[in-house]
Nanobody, 122 residues
Framework: QVQLVESGGGSAQAGGSLRLSCAAS????????MSWYRQVLGKEREFVSG???????KYADSVKGRFTISQNNARNTVYLQMNSLKPEDTAMYYC????????????????WGQGTQVTVSS
């Protein structure tokens, strides 16, 4: 069973930066396409950014030019560098495995982390 552990959330002033990390564990043979989502209490969870095995990244329009997604070489950890933060970026941030791959990987996809809170004050 894949486990995702997020870290790096916290509080920042508007215009500041935070860096989120999410490490996947449970199968050393697996690499993952991964993504970040966020959710404000009472609203639906929304896509923020994703990255695939080719290093191709996608971003929500609301974060383009401010956030950067990346992975480690093993492609089992994903990062989200968040710059020029705005109060509207305040949310619980979740990472997700979109696709599991690898010669001996037997994990399914679609696993979620427990979330890390980001709070941006004006």
């Amino acid at each position: 069973q894949v486990q995702l552990v997020e870290s790096g959330g916290g509080s920042a002033q508007a215009g500041g930066s935070l860096r989120l990390s999410c490490a996947a564990s449970g199968d050393r043979y697996c690499s993952y396409d991964m993504s970040w989502y966020r959710q404000v209490l009472g609203k639906e969870r929304e896509f923020v950014s994703g990255i695939d095995s080719g290093g191709i990244s996608k971003y929500a329009d609301s974060v383009k030019g401010r956030f950067t997604i990346s992975q480690n070489n093993a492609r089992n950890t994903v990062y989200l560098q968040m710059n020029s933060l705005k109060p509207e970026d305040t949310a619980m941030y979740y990472c997700k495995t979109d696709r599991s791959y690898g010669s001996f990987c037997s994990q399914t996809s679609g696993h979620w982390g427990q979330g890390t809170q980001v709070t941006v004050s004006s």
